[in-house]
């Protein structure tokens, strides 16, 4: 069965940081390119921050560069976003999302970040 468990959401006051982790089975991790998006109430779900399969480049939204930061670790089948400096626009539930190809692809159940005084 294919999984997607996002953790690490949670409520940070502003300045503060966050580390998101996406933990992934049922399905060959390695070969598929991560991404994590966020919806916000009222707003749109946006594409946060990817990173691919092979080379593990990665890209990002121009919201979040030089704040956050997407990893992957293939031996732990895990993808990671570690948010730093976050202000209350940052504020959203975080999804991630697997892909192979346009046919192929999965989303996790979403984590909820809150940043807040």
């Known amino acids: 069965q294919v999984q997607l468990v996002e953790s690490g959401g949670g409520l940070v006051q502003p300045g503060g940081s966050l580390r998101l982790s996406c933990a992934a089975s049922?399905?060959?991790?390695?070969?598929?390119?991560m991404s994590w998006y966020r919806q916000a109430p009222g707003k749109e779900r946006e594409l946060v921050a990817r990173?691919?399969?092979?080379?593990?480049?990665?890209n990002y939204a121009d919201s979040v560069k030089g704040r956050f930061t997407i990893s992957r670790v293939d031996a732990k089948n895990t993808v990671y976003l570690q948010m730093n400096s976050l202000k209350p626009e940052d504020t959203a539930v975080y999804y991630c999302?697997?892909?192979?190809?346009?046919?192929?692809?999965?989303w996790g159940q979403g984590t909820q970040v809150t940043v807040s005084s």
């Open positions: 999302k697997a892909v192979l190809s346009t046919a192929v692809n999965y």
């Open positions: 990173i691919g399969s092979v080379g593990g480049r990665t």
């Open positions: 049922g399905f060959a991790f390695s070969f598929y390119a």
